[in-house]
T-cell receptor, first 113, second 108 residues
Framework: DAGVTQSPTHLIKTRGQQVTLRCSPISGHKSVSWYQQVLGQGPQFIFQ???????GRGNFPDRFSARQFPNYSSELNVNALLLGDSALYLC????????????FGDGTRLSIL | QKEVEQNSGPLSVPEGAIASLNCTYS??????FFWYRQYSGKSPELIMSIYSNGDKEDGRFTAQLNKASQYVSLLIRDSQPSDSATYLC????????FGAGTRLTVKP
């Protein structure tokens, strides 16, 4: 079975631009979470979606938004990009229960110039 | 105080030794605890999950949980050079929170 797939793998943007990152969960998984990971740090929680509803939001500005589609895939949008948004963006999927482990995709490496 | 704390390392052990990785967390309501391994330039890979106090063994890995002390640990027996990676502790109470990771180096 396919794992979590993310696209694109790499992206270069300039300050002020907008970006959309995409994620397809493991088949049968209904929950998708997004994380930002900068070098030397652990992943920082951005959003969690379950059955198309937002279930959690981390401490990120309103420039970050996300949504989940009926097929459980998800998009993360970031507006007005800043240099500090340069990071690895990780998507993780799970079955959705509180104790269910999350499985990560390979991530999207976003560089802001 | 950080929500999830780990020693950043690097932790260096010889091949065949036991590597001991530790993690403390601040949210007493946390219900689920996970260890992930992350190789350089790669995404985190789930190693172990643990939900109740005590030990849980899976092959060369043993996770230990003490909710009263708000402490989680991971033991890696018979460490191999291929175990060299950053190990992330993750704690969940609604949201998943990660530590910064401990970098482990296993020397041949």
């Amino acid at each position: 079975d396919a794992g979590v797939t993310q696209s694109p793998t790499h992206l270069i943007k300039t300050r002020g631009q907008q970006v959309t990152l995409r994620c397809s969960p493991i088949s049968g998984h209904k929950s998708v979470s997004w994380y930002q990971q900068v070098l030397g740090q652990g992943p920082q929680f951005i959003f969690q979606y379950y059955e198309k509803e937002e279930r959690g939001r981390g401490n990120f500005p309103d420039r970050f938004s996300a949504r989940q589609f009926p097929n459980y895939s998800s998009e993360l949008n970031v507006n007005a990009l800043l240099l500090g948004d340069s990071a690895l963006y990780l998507c993780a999927s799970s079955l959705g229960g509180e104790n269910q482990p999350q499985h990560f995709g390979d991530g999207t490496r976003l560089s802001i110039l | 105080q950080k929500e999830v704390e780990q020693n950043s390392g690097p932790l260096s052990v010889p091949e065949g030794a036991i590597a001991s990785l530790n993690c403390t967390y601040s949210d007493r309501g946390s219900q689920s605890f996970f260890w992930y391994r992350q190789y350089s330039g790669k995404s985190p890979e789930l190693i172990m999950s643990i939900y109740s106090n005590g030990d849980k063994e899976d092959g060369r890995f043993t996770a230990q949980l003490n909710k009263a002390s708000q402490y989680v640990s991971l033991l890696i027996r018979d460490s191999q050079p291929s175990d060299s990676a950053t190990y992330l502790c993750a704690v969940r109470n609604n949201d998943m929170r990660f530590g910064a990771g401990t970098r482990l180096t296993v020397k041949p």
